[in-house]
């Protein structure tokens, strides 16, 4: 079928697979941070139910490390500010990749159509 | 057998036929789920039923397991402290019932979890099973066709979830 079609809309459609996959790779990088985020500010309301005094570990490397409560509640509000940061740049991304898309798919579908009608 | 189906309509098993690997790959993503979930309940269960046997008898030996079926002989000092793991790589230390309270709560969480899940698994299955209703359809109306019966026309419209109602 894609002999038929000429080299521009075929190298069009390669283009198209390509942004579905970057999407996809977007979409699944995207999901994995908010999992993160909900995950650090579940930790975070969960700390704030503990005693200041109750001894709190953080992974430092390949221990578990005691530290106090506050300076282990600083580090996971910074981690999910970072997170919510990268979130916010994917979702730039995800916008900008999609609207490009919708665009290169409209100019494909006009492409066939065009051939369509010719070949009517 | 292709070619009798051909005299149906070939696009409409095709499109069927698409709605049934589609649902049947997440059927697969939704089984998975659950045994995730389900796992992770009875770990939960374990832990809460090891922390209750570590407060009654604190002064028992216990088998610390070090891999490949092997122990070692164990005390637990400190039965009424213990280290729980709250995610995000911290680890909180809390009393015996208070751990305990924690991890039932986690079990709730996952039952609920569970059954939203098996319900959604159930609504695809029903889904599946429909869909697989009408390819069967469709392929007794080929085998009337090539007996010389009149063909009538499968519904070619997708089936519903309940997400998209």
Do not use: C
């Amino acid at each position: 079928m894609s002999s038929a079609l000429s080299p521009k809309v075929q190298n069009q459609i390669a283009m198209l697979q390509q942004m579905q996959q970057q999407m996809q790779t977007i979409a699944a990088q995207k999901a994995q941070y908010e999992m993160a985020v909900r995950e650090a500010k579940r930790a975070t309301e969960e700390l704030h139910d503990v005693p200041d005094d109750a001894p709190v570990f953080m992974s430092v490397g390949t221990v578990m490390m005691e530290k106090k409560k506050e300076d282990v509640l600083k580090n996971l509000t910074d981690k999910i500010e970072t997170l919510e940061l990268r979130i916010k740049s994917l979702e730039k991304q995800e916008g900008m990749l999609s609207g490009k898309f919708e665009q290169l798919q409209s100019q494909i579908k006009q492409a066939l159509e065009g051939k369509a009608q010719g070949a009517s | 057998m292709v070619s009798k189906v051909d005299r149906v309509d070939p696009r409409e098993i095709q499109s069927l036929q698409l709605y049934l690997n589609e649902y049947r790959q997440q059927a697969e993503i939704f089984s998975q789920q659950l045994a995730f979930l389900e796992d992770g309940r009875m770990e939960a269960i374990a832990a809460i039923e090891t922390l209750q046997s570590l407060s009654a008898s604190p002064e028992n030996t216990v088998l610390l397991q070090i891999g490949s079926g092997v122990s070692v002989r164990a005390k637990v000092p400190e039965p009424d402290r213990i280290l729980v793991n709250i995610g995000a790589e911290v680890v909180v230390e809390k009393q015996n019932a208070a751990a305990q309270d924690y991890l039932k709560d986690r079990v709730t969480e996952m039952e609920a979890s569970a059954k939203k899940v098996a319900e959604t698994l159930e609504r695809i299955r029903s889904q599946v099973n429909e869909i697989a209703k009408r390819i069967d359809l469709a392929y007794q109306q080929a085998q009337m066709q090539a007996a010389g019966s009149p063909m009538t026309p499968i519904s070619p419209k997708r089936p519903t979830t309940r997400e998209e109602d």
